[in-house]
């Protein structure tokens, strides 16, 4: 059942790590390993990756390496063509390698598999959504990825990664909020996965806390969101 909403490849970038330890939810990234291992599904993190997480915290690079399998990604002829669309197109800048390093193993595990990135860089998500050769990778915000193990977990993980799934939102959420941009597709988005879980769970979702269900009725209302 969890390869029916999650893909069967899980490439994971630096802001989904990093939003697990400012959200102090290090404690359940075993457990998602676990419920992702369990349902078949295989986790690798570009080689980049690691290298930035681990510059920012060596024992959480280490809890990544434990996570998930760490893979040396060539900077071959077809890195190059994807890094130069981005750059060209204005998607990243030409420092941004890591990013490319995102796609382009996601693009290689692509050829015969589901494949989606983890990920809320929005220039590796313009990206995926237009270039041709990176066509059929999925993309799956941070929060989402512990939510769907949700109906897969038991009582007392369940409760773990609710926590988890609704700090994490709202890290991403208050980012946006922040930087003055549009939070819209960010609520719809965690509508249609609230009504995933419910059916698949028959379950009620995670208690959002008063700003996101706040945001989530002017959404359904059509008021402008703030």
Request: aromatic share 10%; charged share 30%; net charge negative.
């Amino acid at each position: 059942m969890v390869r029916k909403i999650l893909p069967s490849i899980l490439i994971i970038d630096t802001n989904f790590v990093l939003a697990i330890e400012k959200t102090g939810h290090l404690e359940v990234l075993g457990k998602i390993r676990d419920l992702t291992k369990n349902a078949d599904l295989r986790i690798y993190t570009p080689y980049g990756v690691y290298n930035e997480v681990k510059d920012c915290n060596e024992h959480l690079a280490l809890l990544l390496s434990n996570f998930s399998e760490i893979e040396k990604v060539n900077h071959d002829q077809f890195f190059k063509e994807i890094q130069r669309i981005c750059v060209e197109r204005h998607y990243i800048s030409k420092d941004e390698e890591v990013d490319v390093e995102v796609m382009a193993l996601a693009a290689l595990k692509s050829e015969n598999e589901r494949v989606g990135i983890v990920t809320f860089d929005e220039g590796i998500m313009r990206a995926v959504r237009n270039i041709p050769k990176l066509r059929g990778i999925e993309l799956i915000y941070p929060w989402r990825y512990p939510f769907y193990l949700i109906p897969f977990a038991d009582s007392s993980t369940r409760g773990e990664l609710k926590s988890t799934v609704v700090d994490v939102y709202k890290y991403f959420y208050d980012y946006r909020v922040r930087s003055s941009r549009d939070v819209a597709d960010l609520v719809q988005d965690l509508i249609e996965d609230a009504v995933l879980v419910m059916e698949i769970s028959s379950e009620s979702i995670v208690d959002l806390p008063h700003d996101l269900l706040s945001a989530a009725n002017k959404y359904l209302s059509d008021e402008r969101l703030s």
